[in-house]
Nanobody, 115 residues
Framework: QVQLVESGGGLVQTGGSLRLSCAAS????????MGWYRQAPGKQRELVAD???????NYGDSVKGRFTISRDNAKNTVYLEMNSLKSEDTGVYYC?????????WGKGTLVTVSS
């Protein structure tokens, strides 16, 4: 059974930076996709960024140029470097893994951007 554990959320001021990490335990199929989604209060969950095990990346339009996704396949870990944070980046960030025919979600980590 695969489990995803996120870390790195917290409170940051507008313009600041945060780094999120997500480690996957268990056996992962190759290829796979690891990434981040977020959900703001009253809004639907949306893609932030994801990355294939082969290195291809995909970003949501609102974070392009500010966020960077990376991963360490040997550690089954994905990272999200978030810079120039805005108040609209506030939300719960969920780690996501698509492996084989299955999809997994982490429990989420809260990111709050305040002015």
């Amino acid at each position: 059974q695969v489990q995803l554990v996120e870390s790195g959320g917290g409170l940051v001021q507008t313009g600041g930076s945060l780094r999120l990490s997500c480690a996957a335990s268990g056996t992962l199929f190759i290829p796979n996709v690891m990434g981040w989604y977020r959900q703001a209060p009253g809004k639907q969950r949306e893609l932030v960024a994801d990355m294939t095990s082969g290195g291809s990346t995909n970003y949501g339009d609102s974070v392009k140029g500010r966020f960077t996704i990376s991963r360490d396949n040997a550690k089954n870990t994905v990272y999200l470097e978030m810079n120039s944070l805005k108040s609209e980046d506030t939300g719960v960030y969920y780690c996501n893994l698509k492996s084989g025919l299955r999809e997994y979600w982490g429990k989420g980590t809260l990111v709050t951007v305040s002015s």
